[in-house]
């Protein structure tokens, strides 16, 4: 069974420019979540989606946003960069909570992005 | 509010010497789910354990055994007989136990160096 994949795995912006990261959950995971990973903040919690809709968000600016789509694949953009931005993204995709494993988040490879 | 913290920044052994890394955690709910998840030089996050709050009982894995203590609030990760293959930056999380995945909350991380 093929893992999260993220695409790109690098990306070199500069200030003020957008940025979509594609993220492809685990085949049958509806569950797809954000993080951020920081050498300062370590991981943290981006949003979650679950059926196309937004389920949780972290404690980010509006400038970070995501959606997902019919088949589960999600994007996150992240608009008008600034350098603090600068990290690894890593999206993580789940089962169902019914599924009796509930939580149990594979994570892909991420994408580190890179603001000039 | 829900906090993990791990006390030890970096470990290093020399191989086949077993290693404990510490995770204590915060929270308030009274069902929860702990973690743990290695991350090697890759960036991929690989999940470990999941240990849901109302079981207690120690779990053995491999050179993999993991500590939970629900009256210290701990769930300590010991590796036995360490090889250079472990040598990755360790991270125990925390998350509610409720309907739906809920966040992760992560700490800091503990980096490993096994020598050989």
């Known amino acids: 069974k093929a893992g999260v994949t993220q695409t790109p795995r690098y990306l070199i912006k500069t200030r003020g420019q957008q940025v979509t990261l594609s993220c492809s959950p685990i085949?049958?995971?509806?569950?797809v979540s954000w993080y951020q990973q920081t050498p300062g903040q370590g991981l943290q919690f981006l949003f979650e989606?679950?059926?196309?809709?937004?389920?949780n968000k972290g404690n980010f600016p509006g400038r970070f946003s995501g959606r997902q789509f019919s088949n589960s694949r999600s994007e996150m953009n992240v608009s008008t960069l600034e350098l603090g931005d600068s990290a690894l993204y890593l999206c993580a995709s789940s089962l169902e909570p019914t599924s009796g494993r509930a939580n149990e988040q594979f994570f892909g490879p991420g994408t580190r992005l890179t603001v000039l | 509010a829900q906090k993990v913290t791990q006390a030890q920044t970096e470990i290093s052994v020399v191989e086949k010497e077993d290693v404990t890394l510490d995770c204590v955690y915060e929270?308030?709910?009274?069902?929860?789910?702990l973690f743990w998840y290695k991350q090697p030089p890759s960036g991929e996050l690989v999940f470990l354990i999941r240990?849901?709050?109302?079981?207690?009982q120690n779990e053995i894995s491999g050179r993999y055994s993991w500590n939970f203590q629900k009256s210290t609030s701990s769930f300590n990760f010991t590796i036995t007989a360490s090889q250079v293959v472990d040598s990755a930056v360790y991270f125990c999380?925390?998350?509610?136990?409720?309907?739906?995945?809920?966040?992760?909350?992560f700490g800091k991380g503990t980096r490993l160096s096994v020598i050989a």
């Open positions: 999380a925390l998350s509610e136990a409720k309907a739906g995945n809920t966040p992760l909350v």
């Open positions: 929270t308030r709910d009274t069902t929860y789910y």
């Open positions: 240990r849901n709050s109302f079981d207690e």
């Open positions: 989606y679950f059926s196309e809709t937004q389920r």
């Open positions: 085949s049958g995971h509806r569950s």
